[in-house]
């Protein structure tokens, strides 16, 4: 088998600058993640962390903190509180408990963001008055948002019932506000600067209560950049100089100094509990600390002088190569996990020091990073402003033979950049498509869709030329139709007849590309399915809005079928311009949706606990491969952690399919076993040997009812495709490409070392 493996697709990720999970009254946990280019991803942390969506970030944005609120009270009521029946109170909360949490964040902008988690679009935004905010807290029942901004000052914002309303600020004080967290009680808050201080302040007058200062050195000013606040009223505070210090909270006197870490530490988070302390920063390493129950052993107190009531140090582990600048602890799942400069997130699980079992998280969860137009032999890239397209290089042909089954063929071509496309970097794109015969480009952020026409130049460069005449027909129809500009995601059918449109409203255009030489782009049918609306566009009972997370269209671009956050999936004849069905919904929400190349009516749907099932959609049912084949214990899949990411048909072997995720491939047989003649598997095992010696990847053989076998050669995939009988293009990203961009890491010499 002949495979492209390109790493010319340079897609660096943002730091990572803040970590929250949302309160434990949401239903559904989920984890927001804030980057430095001001992207907030939100991940599903079941089933080894599974990516759903992400709210795009732009130029000179930055997410210095985020929170999530969710109001778990009723409002007063005033005189006619005790007059209201027991019952009522008690449904009017349960609807209240009900609703979606609200999704907040600040930057090194003076504005408090909110966000709608649906149509990733800004909801309502106030301004602090105050400079940069560089640190945001919600009390416990989620009706007040504090924020700490550049000035120096504390304000507080009413977030009850679904406002945003300023209240009051704080007395100011020397230095920014670099860090805050409320009492258990709500009655007061913890705040610590950038004056070698921490206070606590009374939360409903805004009066400084207690000042406590920590150590400097050589005269400079000591940043407190962490604070908690436990259940025992003790006070956690984290600085510049390493130092972990626990501090009493109703004198303000200083209980226990750690000297933690070798340079800043920079986030710590605690437990509900208040009995374990997680801490981090520049040198990388993640501290757990755990407070003294019960007599020690003779053997622990020879070691050191902890006495019962003090914090020791439990676990010491560094599982990032970089500044590691977020934590964040849900105790419902027992989790914690870190981000920081290096991209990655970490996450330890189970146990009460959640140690249990270690995930590293891909950095690259998005599915739609690369598109490829096999016809042209182009390759695009999708970064965060910028398009790139690549032309694949070409290689002399090699005869495989058991001499010679390691042979590297020479290359006679290069792969070829040809067209770079900036773009305005107002705001990040969301999605981008590349037509199948390479004339199209469609670039698409929360804002507007841009068509682009590509032409030859000399040299084999490519140009574009913007279809102005598409942007005023679509202008147009958003217009007449009161429906909102921009898109989550857009899809060329093969063949490039029509273009799909998801707009973050989640409504589904289908736009015809037949007459474009007469400047036609009429939007031919709308879908509102995804809105909770029928094809009637009447309201469906018991239905809501939700966020589209996956598409793809068939190869003879007869079918479209779209999958969202919450797991419904619906199927499209995009000829009849009807819906087809809703596919029945899987206990595990799906994570890969595919048609068939050869069989365009069978559509694969990849889940959470990667397993998968295969929908003949024009006969409504599983193909007879998937109901002989619905058991996957045993299988190669069970154990692999990453999510489904896509799949690869080779025109060769049609009854093969090739499943990837982010750290494997596997090669799935769509053959039933007991239809195998001996002969024919052991043909089948012949050719399966030839192309792991040619990939030279070590492949896995599992016993098991489904035939499969699954290489963990590559590394971080992008991307895997065929563009012709037995040539894979391969896309990946590897980890080290990505830290050879990053600055130095923290080192400090030892000595003798």
């Known amino acids: 088998m002949e495979v492209h493996r390109c790493r010319f697709v340079e897609f660096q990720p943002a730091a990572i600058n803040a970590l929250d999970f949302t309160p434990s009254t949401v239903k559904e946990t989920r984890l927001a993640v804030g980057r430095a280019d001001g992207s907030i991803e939100i991940w599903d942390p079941h089933n080894n962390f599974r990516f759903l969506k992400v709210i795009p970030g732009g130029k000179d944005l930055s997410v210095e903190s985020l929170v999530w609120a969710h109001q778990s009270v009723v409002s007063d009521l005033g005189d006619d509180e005790d007059d209201q029946d027991p019952e009522e109170k008690a449904k009017e909360l349960n609807e209240l408990l009900a609703q979606p949490p609200r999704l907040f964040s600040s930057g090194l902008s003076p504005y408090i963001v909110e966000w709608d988690p649906v149509s990733l679009t800004v909801k309502e935004t106030v301004d602090s008055n105050g400079g940069a905010v560089w640190c945001l807290a919600v009390n416990s029942t989620g009706t007040r948002l504090a924020a700490g901004c550049e000035d120096g000052r504390i304000r507080l914002f009413d977030i009850e019932d679904g406002r945003l309303d300023y209240m009051r600020s704080f007395a100011p004080q020397n230095g920014r506000v670099l860090s805050l967290a409320w009492g258990p009680e709500d009655d007061y808050i913890i705040s610590g600067g950038s004056d070698s201080a921490l206070r606590k302040w009374n939360a409903y007058t805004g009066e400084t209560l207690l000042r406590m200062t920590v150590d400097r050195a050589n005269g400079e000013p000591t940043l407190v950049w962490s604070v908690a606040a436990l259940k025992d009223n003790t006070f956690v505070s984290g600085d510049s100089l390493g130092n972990l210090m626990f501090w009493n909270g109703d004198r303000g006197t200083m209980k226990q100094t750690i000297k933690a870490h070798a340079a800043d530490i920079l986030t710590l988070t605690a437990n509900k509990e208040g009995t374990v302390v997680v801490t981090s920063g520049v040198d990388c390493k993640i501290m757990t600390y755990q407070k003294v129950e019960g007599n020690l052993s003779n053997k622990n107190k020879k070691k050191g002088t902890v006495s019962k009531g003090t914090w020791a140090n439990v676990r010491r582990r560094r599982n990032h190569w970089h500044d590691v600048r977020a934590l964040a602890i849900d105790d419902t799942n027992n989790i914690v996990v870190s981000g920081g400069v290096d991209v990655g997130l970490v996450a330890g699980v189970g146990g009460p020091l ?62 070829k950049k040809c067209l770079e496309l900036q773009l305005k970097p107002d705001c ?7 037509s199948d015969d390479g004339q199209w480009i469609v670039v698409a952020d929360v804002e507007t869709v841009r068509l682009f026409q590509l032409y030859e130049m000399g040299d084999g460069q490519l140009a574009v030329k913007k279809m102005r005449t598409f942007d005023q027909a679509l202008a147009r129809y ?3 139709n009161d429906v909102a500009a921009g898109a989550h995601h857009v899809l060329f059918t093969p063949g490039s007849n029509r273009l799909v449109i998801v707009t973050v409203e989640s409504r589904i255009l289908v736009v015809d590309m037949l007459h474009w030489k007469e400047d036609n782009f009429d939007v031919v049918r709308e879908f509102g399915h995804h809105r909770g609306l029928d094809s009637e566009g009447l309201q469906a009972k018991n239905s809501q809005v939700a966020t589209v997370i996956s598409i793809t269209a068939s190869s003879d671009g007869q079918w479209l079928a779209t999958g969202d956050d919450a797991n419904r999936i619906h199927v499209f004849n995009l000829d009849s311009l009807k819906h087809h069905i809703e ?14 190349d050869f069989r365009p009516n069978e559509l694969f749907v990849g889940l959470a606990n990667n397993e998968f099932h295969i929908y003949n959609v024009e006969k409504n049912r599983l193909t007879n491969w998937s109901k002989a084949h619905t058991d996957f ?12 990411k896509g799949v690869a048909y080779n025109p060769a072997e049609p009854k093969q399919m090739m499943i990837y995720g982010n750290t494997f491939l596997c090669l799935i047989q769509l053959t039933n076993n007991k239809d195998v003649s001996s002969t024919q598997q052991q043909q089948s095992d012949k050719r399966q040997k030839r192309k792991r010696d040619v990939a030279g990847g070590v492949v896995h053989q599992v016993k098991s009812p489904i035939q499969m076998q699954v290489s963990n050669r590559y590394q971080q995939i992008l991307f895997a495709g065929f563009k012709n009988d037995n040539s894979l293009v391969l896309i990946e990203r590897p ?3 990505v830290l050879e961009k990053l600055p130095p890491s923290f080192y400090k010499s030892r000595y003798g070392a």
């Not at 029945?584 to 048609?595: G, K, N, R, V």
């Open 428 to 434: 990040n794109i969301t999605s981008s498509s590349l």
């Open 633 to 644: 214990t045993g299988t190669a899949l069970e154990r692999i952690r990453d999510n489904i």
């Open 583 to 596: 596919l029945p919904h899987s206990h595990y929400i799906h994570t890969a949706l595919s048609f068939n």
């Open 478 to 480: 958003l217009a007449t």
């Open 735 to 737: 980890r080290f490409s």
């Open 354 to 415: 959640f140690v249990d079992r270690l995930i590293q998280v891909s950095p690259f969860p998005e599915k739609y990073i690369v598109s490829l137009a096999k016809a042209q032999n182009l390759v695009m890239g999708t970064f965060f402003n910028s398009i790139s397209l690549w032309r694949l290089g070409k290689a002399e042909d090699v005869e495989i033979s058991p001499a010679n089954n390691l042979a590297l063929p020479e290359l006679l071509e290069q792969h």
